[in-house]
């Protein structure tokens, strides 16, 4: 009895483990069968809906704008010619000038005893040829008397010309209309040649310029005019006339554009501020599509063009992104209609119906 109630037992031990692996094998089978039940499948046969558009070519309005700095006209550091104590300065910061106008006096009083030490010797030297020339007509003295005496005379102007040009040069003057932008002497403060004293900046005319890429560098002709404006005075617009086109290009490898313009009455562009200018830039025959319709990686795009009533998948060439429409230069025609939304279950060669 024994021997049978074991055998019994190993056989249990046998039995059971193989009745719950295959109640295990058929609750798998039957949540298999149950999932695929559940699981949508797609039906390639039935059309996907989409919008589309048709493509047509005309006009595009290209504004284009650049950045750039305006500069001084004109802008110099003006010196002495000479050596001299500084005895007045006439001007401060931020004073306009016309050409012309005294800004510093320099010292000159040696200068001016040396032409009145001239001037005596030149009148002594006037009245000494007139009496010899007087004398010589009764042969009373030699012709060479009178011939010292004029050349001494002509010897004696020279030096007051020349003491008279000193004297001029000790009274600085603004070589242009400008504005003071700096002052580097005082009174009293010694100043010579090559010695900075002021700084005189014209910014009734400015220069404007800006950077661009080579392939840019046909829009812009010295022929034309071009709208140029402050970033913080919008309405003070001002036609610009291009004085250079660069023909190196800078370390970001683009080319410097410069235009001069007027400055506002009031003189209220300041140099060193940042402006603008735009370019309209229209083309004719462009195709032009919004950006959401082209799908693909950034360096190949591509758009669904619809062909006998399936999305095919095409390649484009985009010349140009603005704002939300890109230019296509390559890839698709005018009258083409694609795809502009209902990308999600959409595939190539898919069969679609149309919104």
Avoid at 10 to 30: E, G, H, T
Avoid at 39 to 67: E, F, H, N, R
Avoid at 134 to 150: F, M, R, T, V
Avoid at 325 to 346: C, H, K, Q, R
Wanted: aromatic letters at 6%.
């Amino acid at each position: 009895m024994s021997a049978k109630y074991s055998t019994i037992k190993k056989l249990l031990y046998i039995i059971i483990p193989i009745i719950l692996i295959a109640i295990v094998v058929l609750k798998l089978k039957r949540n298999k069968e149950i999932s695929k039940e559940k699981v949508y499948t797609y039906d390639k046969s039935q059309p996907i809906l989409v919008k589309v558009d048709t493509v047509q070519a005309g006009v595009y309005d290209d504004v284009i704008t650049y950045s750039g700095t305006f500069e001084p006209n004109k802008e110099t550091k003006l010196s002495a010619e000479g050596q001299g104590k500084v005895n007045a300065i006439f001007v401060e910061l931020g004073t306009f000038v016309k050409k012309g106008k005294p800004l510093i006096q320099l010292d000159n009083s040696l200068l001016k005893l040396q032409l009145q030490n001239v001037e005596v010797q030149i009148d002594g030297l006037e009245t000494d040829v007139k009496r010899y020339s007087i004398l010589i007509q009764s042969d009373a003295i030699l012709g060479i008397q009178l011939e010292k005496a004029e050349q001494g005379l002509k010897t004696a102007k020279i030096q007051k010309a020349t003491i008279l040009e000193q004297i001029a040069k000790t009274n600085i003057k603004a070589p242009f209309d400008g504005v003071v932008t700096g002052i580097y002497c005082e009174i009293g403060s010694f100043a010579g040649p090559g010695v900075p004293l002021l700084l005189l900046t014209d910014i009734q005319h400015l220069k404007f310029t800006i950077n661009v890429s080579e392939s840019d560098l046909q829009i812009f002709t010295t022929t034309n005019t071009y709208k140029v404006s402050t970033n913080i005075y919008h309405d003070d617009v001002t036609d610009g006339e291009i004085i250079l086109i660069g023909s190196k290009a800078n370390a970001g490898n683009s080319y410097p554009i410069q235009f001069l313009i007027k400055n506002t009455p009031d003189l209220r562009i300041k140099s060193g501020m940042m402006g603008q200018v735009e370019i309209n830039n229209s083309q004719n025959s462009v195709i032009a599509i919004q950006s959401n319709a082209i799908t693909g990686a950034a360096d190949k795009p591509m758009v669904y063009v619809i062909r006998e009533g399936k999305a095919i998948l095409t390649n484009v060439s985009i010349s140009k992104r603005l704002k939300n429409n890109a230019i296509i230069s390559d890839g698709i025609n005018s009258g083409d209609v694609i795809v502009t939304s209902g990308f999600i279950s959409l595939y190539d060669g898919a069969n679609i119906t149309t919104k």
